[in-house]
């Protein structure tokens, strides 16, 4: 079972890379170095115990995917694309390869000064999306926006009790399900921040699995 786990993990962290956007990628690594940072003893464990396995399951990995030409365009083309990504974040300006950074902001901007004009409330679900033909590309923004405080309040309130849980369950077991949930709450933070998460099946799966885990523990 842990060598079919450790095989489609794999897998499934080379086909994020080689089809999803920059914030999907960045988020996903700021996600697991936190959570790894945060962890460290125990996933240390984990991969010392694991080695055999994942090295295993990354030979198999590398094997299929260098004799596929089309694979192995798409993952350098993803790597690539986590390095734009990691640079944007530096500069906080467009770069070579990505010119809408300049473009999200001035979004982020009429968004912030819109929902300055109703800030409890905010001007109603899909307001962004009616005044500007398009969303702000920002979850926070479309959130403040649309739904005012006490939306803002309510959706980042789940990524703070998701927290707390971890907190009140550091003792109680399921050490590697608090990792991943761990790591799976930052990268959906960050990813919030540049992109409309707030819609997202995945998102609300995450929530549900991770709060029921959680409340075992």
């Known amino acids: 079972h ?7 993990a794999a897998l499934a962290a080379v086909h994020v890379v080689a089809t999803t956007s920059i914030k999907t990628n960045v988020g996903l690594l700021l996600g697991a170095l936190a ?6 003893r125990r996933v240390s464990r984990v991969l010392r115990r694991n080695a055999v396995l994942i090295a295993v399951a990354v030979g198999v990995l590398f ?8 694979a192995m365009t798409a993952i350098s083309r993803g ?23 300049e473009r999200r902001a001035d979004w982020q ?4 000064a819109g929902w300055a004009e109703n800030p409890v409330f905010g001007n109603g679900v899909e307001a962004f999306r009616a005044r500007y033909g398009y969303t702000s ?6 959130i403040l926006y649309n739904s005012g405080v006490i939306g803002f309040t309510l959706f980042y309130g789940v990524f703070l009790s998701l927290f707390l ?11 590697e399900a608090r990792v991943v949930i761990l790591g799976a709450t930052i990268c959906y933070v960050f990813m919030s921040f540049a992109g409309n ?21």
């Open 165 to 175: 849980r971890l907190y009140r369950a550091r003792a109680g077991g399921f050490e």
């Open 63 to 70: 094997v299929a995917v260098s004799r596929n030409d089309a």
């Open 137 to 142: 590309h920002a979850s926070h923004v479309d």
């Open 35 to 40: 959570a790894s940072l945060l962890h460290l």
């Open 79 to 101: 790597a690539d694309r986590v390095a734009l990504g990691i640079e944007i974040l530096r500069a906080r300006e467009n770069r070579a390869g990505y010119s809408s950074f």
């Open 109 to 112: 901007r009429a968004g912030i």
């Open 2 to 8: 842990r060598t079919a786990a450790l095989l489609v």
């Open 197 to 217: 998460v707030h819609s997202l099946a995945t998102l609300a799966a995450f929530v549900a699995s991770g709060a029921a885990i959680l409340r075992r523990a």
